[in-house]
C-alpha cells in the first residue's frame, strides 16, 4: 500500500486495536481505543476507518461524541499499535499521524468491518459516521512481524 511499507501494512491490517488519540480544546491529549480496519482514500491513499459503533456511548448522539467534537476542531491525530511480547526482543510499536474526517460509511468498508469483527454483524454501521484517518507519517520501533 502505498506510503506503508508491507510489515506497516500488515501490522496494521492484522492488529484487533489501537489507541486513537485527538487534541481536546483545552490542548490536551485524548486517547482512546479503537476498532478500525485499514483501507484506502478515493485517490489510493492509505486510511484508517474506525466506526462510531452501537456500543454503550455517554450519549444517544455519535456526533456529539468528545473524540468526534475534537476531529471537527483539531483533525490532526494519531493512532498508535503496539506488539507486547514477555520476549523484548518482541516488542514494537507503529504510530500513524494522519487527518481525521467524519465521513459516511461506504459498503466496502462496512463489509471489511464486519469481516474482522464479528461482533459488529448486529451492529448499524451504515447508519452512522465514521472516522475515516488518512495517513500522513508513520514511525515504526522493534519487531512488528
Excluded at 483545552?26 to 486510511?47: H, S
Excluded at 468528545?66 to 514494537?92: C, F, K, M, N, T
Amino acid at each position: 500500500m502505498a506510503g506503508l511499507s508491507r510489515e506497516q501494512s500488515a501490522a496494521l491490517s492484522e492488529a484487533r486495536t489501537a489507541v486513537l488519540t485527538t487534541v481536546a480544546n483545552d490542548g490536551r491529549p485524548r486517547p482512546v481505543p479503537i476498532c478500525y480496519v485499514l483501507g484506502v482514500t478515493e485517490d489510493g491513499r492509505p486510511a484508517i476507518f474506525s466506526p462510531i459503533d452501537d456500543k454503550p456511548k455517554a450519549g444517544d448522539d455519535p456526533r456529539a461524541l468528545a473524540r468526534i467534537r475534537d476531529i471537527q476542531e483539531h483533525p490532526e491525530v494519531g493512532v498508535l499499535i503496539d506488539r507486547w511480547s514477555e520476549d523484548w526482543g518482541q516488542l514494537g510499536w507503529l504510530r500513524v499521524d494522519g487527518m481525521a474526517a467524519i465521513v459516511e460509511p461506504t459498503s466496502p468498508v462496512v463489509d471489511a468491518l464486519r469481516a474482522k469483527y464479528p461482533q459488529y454483524a448486529g451492529h448499524r454501521l451504515e447508519e452512522r459516521p465514521m472516522i475515516r484517518i488518512v495517513v500522513d507519517r508513520v514511525r515504526a520501533w522493534g519487531s512488528l512481524a
